[in-house]
């Protein structure tokens, strides 16, 4: 088992800049690919990013890409995402998951995550 906690959500204006935190408990995460999607009410879950589970691969929405960047510190267990230039249109419930295999592809799947945490909430406001 594994237990994900997100942390960092807050509200900040468009432009602005917020760095999420994922925490993982009870098995190490290291060896599995990690993800980050987000989700507003009444719409799918979408993908945000992703990374491999040394780190060295990195995978992005294309929605995200050059604003966002996702990272992991193995050591203690804990995924990030950094998010710059923020846009009202990034507001959502943001969820860190554990990819359920070791390979990295097919990340944008989120049917190919098996752990997820509460998520945390990001508002953009214009």
């Known amino acids: 088992q594994v237990q994900l906690v997100e942390s960092g959500g807050g509200l900040v204006q468009a432009g602005g800049s917020l760095r999420l935190s994922c925490a993982a408990s009870g098995r190490s995460i290291s060896l599995y690919p990690m993800g980050w999607f987000r989700q507003v009410p009444g719409k799918e879950r979408e993908f945000v990013a992703a990374?491999?589970?040394?780190?060295?691969?990195?995978y992005y929405a294309d929605s995200v890409k050059g604003r966002f960047t996702i990272s992991r510190d193995n050591a203690k267990n804990t995924v990030h995402l950094q998010m710059n230039m923020l846009k009202p249109e990034d507001t959502a419930i943001y969820y860190c998951?554990?990819?359920?295999?070791?390979?990295?592809?097919?990340?944008?799947?989120?049917?190919?995550?098996?752990?997820w945490g509460q998520g945390t909430q990001v508002t953009v406001s214009s």
């Open positions: 998951a554990k990819y359920r295999y070791s390979t990295f592809q097919a990340m944008d799947i989120s049917q190919r995550y098996d752990y």
């Open positions: 990374i491999s589970l040394n780190g060295y691969g990195t």
